[in-house]
């Protein structure tokens, strides 16, 4: 009878966990389900003299009143269910689901798993006292100030209510502005190129959009953000927060961590009131210690992603209260796994929350981007020899990383962060995270005409047998012509060939007064290879902003996000002369000449730190706004 129970049990379980909603699972009493093995055995007979769909009704409640009957009795008895067979006292007594490495094997059964047991589906299981203790030795060290631990126990993960930045997360304190940029970035990624997938009556979710979903096809998001409705950016909230724990789980897991306290809050309350039940459920809690954690702390570990959106649906009063960026940056950590945070990191030692300004270092920032704690922006690994090696980021992402450090020469970042699948990047300066992002992914492809240029140069070099003297000759030069495809008038090949040898300078006059439809780098648009695009930059901190206006009446300056447009002309990476002497001449007619001056009418260039972090990606970039500049602090 027992064997029977087991796999009653695990036939449950496997029902239970379908991406369908559940029938109702009981319509008897649970002494129904006494008959174990045999009410399941009469549940299939009676399946053949009625509908087929009853049958499988009728065996599904009754498998899981057994199933169920089961996990009671094994409650009551002190132990712990589990869905394998027969475990050893040692594994049902381990907590090391969350202190693990996140590299087992998949599961057969997709479960939440709880530690030592399964989580009932609504409070979850507390930390052991060693996983406090790790975590918040991890998080914060030994020696942290009540200042920090008060900037990041007071930031929820919260919309702008101001209409032109509504569609950024707002800042108030100091601190978890790591997270909540690269949360941004990820919303964005789905507000701008996914719109389609949050607009009202969308009933379904589709899977994660990454790599392959993208083909480096061409997309463009609006800037209208005011339009957007706040079911939208709270759906494409908890898509990106699903995303980031499931990819710092290796797309296997996902921890959610909420408070022990609000649990009556979330499921008494409705959901205009909710917030305020929160609210007063929170008064007076603070986070001081690892026995802190462990007593208001409890985590729900998930294998199915429709599960986690439709938990993070349920709990985001929970994240959107003051200790929602601190609860989401925890559910990132054990959705890694705490020894596997370790692992990725060079110096274990240090918290990863940085003194004495309690910021985010970069090993939470890459966490949450490329769902590994390393602590550096590279590509790969630095071998320093004798064993010893750096550790980069490793894969291509979602969304990239740039840094005025590199413009310092503090630091290098990688292609991997640098051209990211998404024109999005979260934007990291001395003392602060912002988020910098296109609405056309074309910013991201190279210069066409740069392209041209490389390749011209390329089988010239590959005929100059002067030493890199610049020169090749005759026959050599009719070669370069067939292989790049240039088609030069017979006037004009004759006159570069007059002397015997063709000289590289020469050559490359002719290209750039030859039409691209001929092979050359002229361009009718009058461009001459620079690339033009817009930019906005995204500051979640709230501050005063007067846009550059006076503020009359002693009225008190609106506390709002900063949004800034900016305009980025990229010119190509010839020299000044080379790109003078390819500018259309004034002998096209009054048509061309109008459309030369337009390309040639130019706003004086504008600098802000952040144009030295977007030169990092865009060399030789030029910006202009209007307003106030973009800040990155």
Request: charged fraction near 20%; hydrophobic fraction near 40%; include cysteine.
């Amino acid at each position: 009878m027992a064997d029977q129970e087991e796999e009653d049990l695990k036939m449950a379980l496997r029902l239970s966990m379908q991406p369908s909603p559940p029938e109702p699972k009981r319509s008897k009493p649970r002494d129904a389900a006494a008959g174990g093995g045999a009410a399941v055995a009469a549940a299939v007979a009676a399946s053949s003299s009625s509908s087929p769909e009853d049958g499988r009704r009728m065996q599904r409640e009754l498998m899981a009143a057994a199933a169920e009957k089961r996990m009671l009795a094994s409650r009551g008895a002190g132990g712990a269910p589990s869905p394998a067979p027969s475990p050893s006292p040692a594994q049902s007594q381990s907590p090391a689901p969350l202190l693990a490495p996140n590299n087992e094997k998949s599961k057969p059964l997709p479960q939440r798993e709880g530690g030592a047991g399964v989580d009932d589906g609504r409070t979850g299981r507390a930390l052991s006292s060693e996983e406090a203790c790790q975590l918040f030795s991890m998080v914060f060290g030994s020696d942290v100030s009540k200042g920090i631990l008060a900037q990041w126990s007071n930031q929820g993960i919260r919309f702008s209510p101001d209409p032109e930045t509504s569609m950024g997360l707002v800042q108030h304190e100091g601190g978890p502005c790591g997270v909540l940029a690269a949360v941004q970035a990820f919303v964005l990624k789905y507000l701008l190129f996914f719109p389609d997938d949050f607009r009202k009556g969308a009933s379904t979710i589709s899977p994660f959009h990454g790599t392959k979903a993208s083909s480096r096809r061409q997309f463009q998001g609006s800037d209208n953000f005011a339009s957007l409705t706040d079911n939208e950016k709270l759906r494409a909230l908890i898509r990106s927060m699903s995303e980031i724990l499931f990819h710092c789980g290796s797309n296997k897991r996902a921890v959610i961590a909420t408070l022990s306290v609000t649990g009556k809050e979330l499921e008494g309350a409705a959901d205009g009131s909710k917030d305020e039940s929160i609210i007063k459920a929170l008064e007076g809690l603070s986070i001081e210690s690892a026995s802190d954690l462990q007593s208001i702390l409890r985590v729900e570990t998930y294998s199915v992603q429709a599960t986690v959106f439709q938990r993070l649906e349920a709990t985001l009063p929970v994240f959107q209260s003051r200790m929602g960026a601190l609860l989401f940056l925890i559910s990132a950590l054990l959705s890694r796994g705490l020894d596997a945070v370790q692992a990725d990191r060079d110096d274990p030692s240090l918290p990863l929350v940085t003194a004495p300004f309690g910021h985010a270092s970069q090993e939470i920032v890459n966490l949450l981007l490329c769902g590994q704690a390393v602590p550096n922006v590279f590509d790969g690994r630095m071998d320093l020899g004798g064993g010893m090696f750096l550790k980069g980021v490793s894969t291509s992402v979602e969304v990239g990383f740039l840094t005025l450090l590199e413009s310092l020469n503090f630091c290098k970042v990688g292609q991997h962060l640098k051209c990211p699948i998404w024109p999005i990047w979260v934007v990291g300066s001395e003392s602060h995270y912002t988020v910098l992002f296109a609405l056309d992914t074309v910013v991201q492809e190279e210069n066409e005409l740069e392209e041209r240029e490389s390749q011209i140069r390329r089988a010239f070099d590959a005929q100059d047998q002067s030493g890199g003297g610049g020169f090749i000759g005759v026959e050599g030069f009719h070669q370069v012509l067939r292989e790049t495809d240039i088609r030069l008038t017979s006037e004009k090949v004759d006159q570069l060939c007059s002397s015997g040898f063709i000289v590289w300078s020469e050559f490359w006059q002719a290209i750039l007064d030859l039409d691209s439809s001929m092979g050359g780098l002229k361009d009718s648009s009058g461009l001459m290879g620079k690339k033009v695009f817009d930019l906005y930059h995204f500051n979640g901190i709230a501050k005063s902003d007067l846009n550059g206006q006076a503020n009359l009446g002693n009225e008190a300056p609106v506390q709002r996000p900063r949004l800034t447009k900016l305009r980025v002309s990229v010119p190509p990476r010839w020299t000044p002369e080379e790109f003078m002497a390819a500018a259309p001449s004034s002998s096209g007619g009054d048509q061309s000449n109008a459309k030369d001056a337009e390309v040639a009418k130019q706003e004086p260039p504008q600098h802000a730190p952040l144009v030295d972090c977007i030169r990092t990606r865009w060399p030789r970039a030029v910006c202009n706004w209007v307003g106030d500049p973009p800040s990155i602090v």
